[in-house]
């Protein structure tokens, strides 16, 4: 994952990463040209690394960068058909408890990033979910069909403890710095 804080040039991040690993590009908090400029940089690294390229709350960019699909906020998950009409193939969203998974399955959301599973510098303050209820959601998110992923606080001996979950992956931000 893209963070304008904490991983304010993702491009050294992403050169690292294997073919069929996923980027999530977010940088929220850059205006639109700059955003877009940098999203168009990202996507083209993606496409010659083999990377799968989701694009944060913006159809238009998404579709403009010629991403692979679009990551919904959990508050706008709701927003997933829109996604599909307009031809994005992969839709995701973001889940922090039981409603959230039962709307992305009924969404038609393909995977939830299920977070914060550990205490995160993204979120101060806040308190992760822990294995048990981590392990919890992520069954029930398997069970309506969706892919899961864990992210929060995500480190080595982190994705151990998660590795007898539902989870089929995890995402990261400053596990790529």
């Not at 205006?31 to 940089?41: F, S």
């Not at 159809?59 to 403009?64: D, E």
């Not at 993204?122 to 979910?129: A, D, F, K, T």
């Amino acid at each position: 994952m893209t963070d304008a804080h904490r991983l304010a040039d993702p491009l050294p991040a992403i050169g690292r990463l294997q073919p069929g690993d996923g980027v999530l590009f977010r940088h929220y908090e850059w205006p639109g040209v700059r955003r877009l400029a940098l999203a168009q940089r990202v996507a083209a690294l993606c496409r010659r690394h083999g990377l799968v390229l989701l694009v944060a709350g913006d159809v238009r960019l998404a579709l403009a960068v010629g991403a692979d699909g679009l990551h919904l906020p959990q508050g706008l998950i709701a927003r997933a058909a829109a996604a599909r009409r307009a031809g994005l193939r992969l839709v995701t969203a973001a889940a922090h408890d039981p409603g959230a998974v039962g709307l992305a399955a009924r969404s038609g959301v393909d995977a939830v990033l299920i977070s914060p599973v550990f205490a995160t510098a993204s979120h101060p303050g806040s308190v992760g979910l822990g294995v048990l209820r981590f392990a919890g959601l992520a069954t029930v998110a398997r069970r309506q069909g969706l892919a899961v992923y864990a992210l929060g606080g995500m480190s080595a001996a982190g994705m151990r403890r998660l590795r007898h979950t539902a989870a089929m992956g995890f995402a990261a931000i400053a596990g790529l710095s």
